[in-house]
């Protein structure tokens, strides 16, 4: 199993880098995950993790790419919800990398 040392605590992580446990998520965990990634997180990053993690406080799922493009879309506006846009942020793998981001579990349909 995979771990990350944050703040002298270590964090469990399964085979495809995603928390074990949701509860040991943190902005600084969101963090050293994007290291992971060769990821260094702006703002726009930030604006779909919270978003992400709203949408799962809701729906208590990950959204697979369709429907996190459509929810984008409803709260931020067609320019930051389109699959364009989302792939730019997120290496082509939107769902999956933001879900990772936003320690929630891997959308059930992304590979």
Not at 23 to 46: G, Y
Request: hydrophobic share 45%; proline share 6%.
């Amino acid at each position: 199993m995979n771990t990350l040392q944050i703040d002298g605590r270590e964090i469990a992580l399964d085979k495809d880098g995603f928390l074990v446990e949701l509860a040991d998520w943190s902005p600084a965990t969101a963090e050293a995950l994007a290291a992971r990634e060769d990821m260094q997180l702006t703002a726009e990053h930030w604006e779909i993790i919270e978003l992400l993690r709203a949408f799962y406080t809701e729906f208590q799922l990950s959204p697979a790419t369709r429907p996190l493009v459509k929810y984008a879309a409803l709260r931020l506006g067609p320019e930051k919800g389109n699959s364009q846009y989302l792939n730019r942020l997120f290496k082509g793998t939107p769902a999956k990398l933001a879900a990772k981001l936003a320690g929630l579990p891997k959308p059930t349909n992304c590979l």
